[in-house]
Every structure is written in structure tokens, then in C-alpha cells.
């Protein structure tokens, strides 16, 4: 039986305040918020209906994590705004189980719901996560990972990218998943940054997590402000990672390319996937 994606529906869970010209430079030092964004599937695996999720959102876990200083100066210097969890959200759509959460790196925004989903298996880097997790707690929240936010047996039920099947791609290390999934690695924002490509009908996808914050620096070539290079973990790679996707765009001109935190992007997902 051949392996698909069934459903697929966007989540919105919570987002936090900055500045529109870190994430353009073309933009005013404006204020706005950058949405949380949380991917569910329903696929069909080998005969086997499994649920899935792109990244988690953020949750109360965020603010418990943050309570007391240092982890405290996460929550100031990006505040954090939540009505309902990731998990509530899809209470109320009747989902009830996640067999896998992929993490498209260890950001507070993008695994702020870990915590919530006991029974789930996580897909992730190994190696990397090892890497921020045996910093020290200073140096870890330098690297915009609280470690509060692990489950405990995080690695017990981790599934590692680098052990699966490995695709041949000139632009990124390219792995198969599910055999509906291709994640794409992205280096330069974040230590061992993933992104998730599949295909829902007729509909391509590229979700980029955090490679670039606004869609216009691949396809208008509008690069962040000079004091993004700051908060990268590698702002060298980050400009070759964003190179390389906007060769991807140019080859691939139907693939709907969605960043994390790009509003307008995140709508175009939204209604291509109600019309897919």
C-alpha cells in the first residue's frame, strides 16, 4: 500500500514581539509579532495511520521555564503571547495522540510543547541535540535552548535524521521520512536546523523553519539587519543556507516555500491546503 499524507492542517500557537527590520532590513524599527507555527499530518504509512507534527508551538511550559532568572531574560527580550496550547487546539479537533513531533530545532518556539505529548516520538539530530544539551545552563540559553523543556526520555525516543535513508541533493543534505517526508538540513540560524518537505495532491511544500524569517529574503534577495548576525549560531552558513534556497525557489517555482514566522507565507499554506 502506498504511503501518503491523508490530511494536513496549520496551528497557530502563540507568538512573541520584535522587530519587523531584525527579520528584513528593509523594514522601520516597528514592533510586531512573529506567529508560532505548528504543522498536524495525518499519514497513511504502510498501511498505518500515523499523526504528526511539525514543531510545537509554545505552551505553559514556556512560562514555568522562564519563571526565575537567567532563563527569565528569554521571556523579556522576546515576549510571549498564548491562548490555547498546541495540545488544546487539537483536543478540539479531536485528535487525541501524536505518534511523532518533528523539531526543526531547539528554540523555545518551536519546542515549547514537547512536554505536553507523553506517548510521542521525537525526530531530531541526535548528535546536535547532545551538543546544546551537555552545555551549561548559561551557555545553552545563549543558544536559545532551555532545557526545561526536554521531556525525560527525550533520547530514549528519538528518532535520529542522520540514521535515515540519505537522498541525493546537490543544494542540502537531503534525507527520506515516512517515505512522504523530505527534510532538508539548514543550517545557520539554529544549530542542526531542519526543514520538512512533502507533497499534499497537488500541493508542494517546503516548510524552512527559521532559514529566513520573511519569504522576501529568498525572493526579493532582502536580507536581515546587520544585528540578526547576532543572534544566528552561525551567520556564515545562514547566508549560504539562504543561497541555496533561493537556487531551490528558481529551480522549483512550485514549490510554496513557507518560513516559520513569514504571516503571508503561513496564509498561502493555510488556503493551499484547503484547496489542495
Partial sequence: MQSKI??????ITGSCKSYKNIALSSEKLQKTNFLALSVYFEVLFK?????VL???????????????????LYALI????LKKSLKELLEIDGINKIDYIFISHFHADHIGGLLDFKDSFFVSSRSE???LFNKNNLLALKNGFLKELIPDDFLEKLVDIESLTKIKNELFDEFLW?????????????????????????LEVLLVSDAVWDIKSIEENIKPSKIANLLFDDSKKFYETLEKLQIFSKQ???????????ESSI????KGLKNA
Avoid: M, W
Avoid at 514556556?62 to 526565575?68: E, G, V
Fill in 47 to 51: 498501511g498505518k495511520v500515523l499523526n
Fill in 129 to 131: 541535540f547532545e551538543k
Fill in 54 to 72: 511539525f514543531d510545537s508551538g509554545y505552551s505553559k511550559h514556556f512560562f514555568n521555564a522562564t519563571a526565575k532568572f537567567p532563563n527569565k
Fill in 178 to 202: 515516512l517515505d512522504v517526508f523530505r527534510i532538508f538540513r539548514l543550517d545557520g540560524h539554529a544549530k542542526a536546523q531542519f526543514g520538512l518537505a512533502f507533497k499534499y495532491n497537488d
Fill in 6 to 11: 491523508i490530511k494536513a492542517k496549520v496551528y
Fill in 252 to 262: 522549483n517555482p512550485n514549490v510554496l516555500i513557507v518560513p516559520s514566522h513569514c
Fill in 267 to 270: 496564509n498561502k499554506l493555510i
Fill in 78 to 81: 522576546t515576549p510571549v503571547k
